[in-house]
């Protein structure tokens, strides 16, 4: 296939594009800069110029492509807490990408995250890919991924772990988790720390796209999820000890002072189950697990 994916440059692009080039797939990337051009060019892939913001050129790479893979997010309005309008500008991209697919029967694969299943209400159990939720922050972009097969898209969408770790991330959840250690001075976690977020190595992770863009079934909904849950009391603790710190509890009124954007977020009960997607696609992630990860150390080296 020739395949158009946004964010081919990013941290989970630079996964991603290798993986489909390995199982012989012609790959673009949308390039928003020389820089951006460049490491897409030095994967293997041609780039072309453009970013989320350019309706005109996500339409016409979406139509002279055999299949989109979307994973470009405006982060840089999340991190100023910007969410309604980063989620906005990911809405408009996946209407620009619709426009270029429709009636095609081509496969398109968006990108959620597992945390839209704690923001509607999934407690006590799992969360799993039949849950599903009429509107919200991200899951708003989720319906109309999923809605494409009514105008002839192979559509599915992969909801991702909110740690999505390996050598590749450098901007990350994990990143934010370390850096807020270092600049206090000790690793944290809220209350008794018990909630636990998913987790996946970005390989894996990779692996989960490019089965989907081959053979997820439209509607489909699938889960980035390797590890369950890990708590977050214990991926304070491997940071404290990696960094040689102490570890502490903070309370909820603590947590966006100590993390800033990712207050809220450290405070989420996640756990997440992938057996349906293990079973639908094949889908077997063999990688380390985030505690394994991040006692790799490379984490600590920066």
Known sequence: MRVFVTGASGHLGSAVVPELIS????????????????????????????????????????????????????????LTGDMAGAAEADLAALRALADGLDGSGKPLVGTSGTGILAMGGVVGRPGTENDAFPGGYRIDAENLVAGLTSRGVRSSIVRLAPTVHSALDHHGFITVIVAAARRNGYAAYVGEGANRWPAVHTLDAAELYRLALEKAPGGTRLHGAADEGVSFRQIAATVGRNLDIPVRSIGPDEANDYFGFLGPFAQMDNPTSSAITRDLLGWAPTRPGLIADLNEGHYFQH
Do not use: N, W, Y
């Open 23 to 78: 199982a012989g797939h012609e790959v673009v990337g949308l390039a928003r800069s020389d820089a951006s051009a460049a490491a897409i060019e030095k994967l293997g892939a041609q780039s072309r110029p453009g970013d989320l913001s350019d309706p005109d050129v996500l339409r016409a790479e979406a139509a002279a492509s055999d299949g989109v893979i979307h994973l470009a997010f405006r982060h840089d309005l999340m």
